[in-house]
Nanobody, 124 residues
Framework: QVQLVESGGGLVQAGGSLRLSCAAS????????MGWFRQAPGKEREFVAV????????YYADSVKGRFTISRDNAKNTVYLQMNSLRPEDTAVYYC?????????????????WGQGTQVTVSS
């Protein structure tokens, strides 16, 4: 079993930055693709970014491309999401997730482990 705990959320003004962290415990996540997803009030969960096991490949939703950067430190068993140029529409609960199958996916249904989420609120 893998436990994931997100941190780093908060309230920020539009144009600001936040760095989310996802710390894993229970077992190493070095063999798992890792993803970030988000869910805004009244909306379905949506894909944000994913990173391959060794960090060599990353994919982003069009809405965050060029503003968000996903990275990982397998030695620390942690995944990050650097969010720059934040917009009010980025307001959501952000979740990290781990996929046991070793291929990246943008579909949340493919992920096996989820954190509890961290709130990000961007004011205009």
């Amino acid at each position: 079993q893998v436990q994931l705990v997100e941190s780093g959320g908060g309230l920020v003004q539009a144009g600001g930055s936040l760095r989310l962290s996802c710390a894993a415990s229970g077992r190493t996540i070095s063999g798992y693709p890792m993803g970030w997803f988000r869910q805004a009030p009244g909306k379905e969960r949506e894909f944000v970014a994913v990173i391959s096991r060794n960090g060599g490949s990353t994919y982003y939703a069009d809405s965050v491309k060029g503003r968000f950067t996903i990275s990982r430190d397998n030695a620390k068993n942690t995944v990050y999401l650097q969010m720059n140029s934040l917009r009010p529409e980025d307001t959501a609960v952000y979740y990290c997730a781990a996929r046991r199958f070793p291929v990246v996916s943008t579909n949340g249904e493919d992920y096996d482990y989820w954190g509890q989420g961290t709130q990000v609120t961007v004011s205009s």
